[in-house]
């Protein structure tokens, strides 16, 4: 299986620090948004300077510094999907990130979890591709211990409530089936989204901090999907997410 051909060897043919250059005041903690309208409204409600950018070839994504909480953080939104999230995480290192922490939308696996609630994920399943080049094969993927504290210590200190468990990693929304997501929800997980178990294995290679959490938007535990509040994109949620994302950079970088 070419799942099972993962190469230790820390150089590439292409490796990111030949190709990108430090960004003079780049700030350590990056925050990257899987909403349009999140990083929108954050840049409205606090500004924001356009300080670098990631070249894509469907078009630019612009990396922003943004100071809130007395904190400056490098604000972006990653493309959806392991490979196009993760190189975001390998091209902000050489720029001058040093901690990552992303947020986005997520699908539960447990009616019981309300839409709009928090989730913390502690190891992902890695039923995608990226990760097998970035760490050996294996099933799952844990998330830094330490990031996950971090998260755990944002949201009660801010008194956010949130569920946390294991979330199911995959490239294939269409192909989200009722047996493997019994499957999943025995191996743990309480969530499903398309980024987490790339990122952290990106991470984990690279040795950098990372963490992850979502907003619950969909239900898929039921006789058939919920589309929950999907559709909004996280409107009403901007606020709440922002001040957890900037809260947990800050205890992961020991600020």
Known sequence: MIHNEFDSDCRAIINPEEHIRPVEGFPEICIGIFSRRMVEWILETYGGEKISRFGCCIGDIPIYKVKAFDTEAAVFMPLVGGPGAASTIEESIPKGGKYFVYFGAAGVLNKEIVHGKLL????????????????????????????????????????????????????????????????????????????????????????????????????????????GILHEKGAGLEGICFRAAVEIGKRMAGA
Request: with cysteine; proline share 6%.
């Open 120 to 227: 913390v994920p502690t190891a992902a399943v890695r039923d995608e591709g990226l990760s097998y080049h970035y760490l050996p094969p294996a099933d799952e993927v844990e998330l830094n211990p330490e990031s996950v504290a971090a998260c755990r210590e944002a949201l009660e200190a801010l008194g956010f409530p949130y569920a946390q468990g294991k979330t199911w990693t995959t490239d294939a929304f269409w192909r989200e089936t009722r047996g493997k997501l019994e499957r999943r929800r025995e191996q743990g997980c309480v969530s499903v989204e398309m980024e987490c178990a790339s990122l952290a294995a990106v991470a984990q290679f690279r040795g950098v901090p990372f963490a992850q959490f979502f907003y619950a938007t969909d239900t898929l535990d039921g006789e058939g999907w919920d589309g």
